[in-house]
Nanobody
Framework: VQLQASGGGLVPAGGSLKLSCAASGPTFSLNSMAWFRQAPGKEREFVAAITRSGNTNYADSVKGRFTISRDNAGNNLYLQMNSLIPEDTAVYYC????????????????WGQGTQVTVSS
């Protein structure tokens, strides 16, 4: 499975962005898809995840501001980000795995290349 993330950019604080992640290959067996982010000098951290059935999980830092979604075929993943703050600045990665949702990066087997999100103050 190959993942291709897009949609990053520069946005002022309080603004919005929508990230997309296109999956190709044998996606029918993927269960969980997720977004992670990594700021300079920091470890990669969990942002949000969604299962094929639509169950979602969010990091506390983005609850109420970010919304993860997935199309019915399961081939496209999205992250709607509202009320952005400078602390959201990071490279955002989409990831996928075949089993249950987890929040640890090491448990995901497939990764996209990352897209930069920069929030100016």
């Amino acid at each position: 499975v190959q993942l291709q993330a897009s949609g990053g950019g520069l946005v002022p604080a309080g603004g919005s962005l929508k990230l997309s992640c296109a999956a190709s290959g044998p996606t029918f067996s993927l269960n969980s898809m997720a977004w992670f982010r990594q700021a300079p000098g920091k470890e990669r951290e969990f942002v949000a995840a969604i299962t094929r059935s639509g169950n979602t999980n969010y990091a506390d830092s983005v609850k109420g501001r970010f919304t993860i979604s997935r199309d019915n075929a399961g081939n496209n993943l999205y992250l709607q980000m509202n009320s952005l703050i400078p602390e959201d600045t990071a490279v955002y990665y989409c990831a996928a795995k075949y089993f249950a949702v987890t929040t640890t990066p090491g448990s995901y087997t497939n990764w996209g290349q990352g897209t930069q999100v920069t929030v100016s103050s």
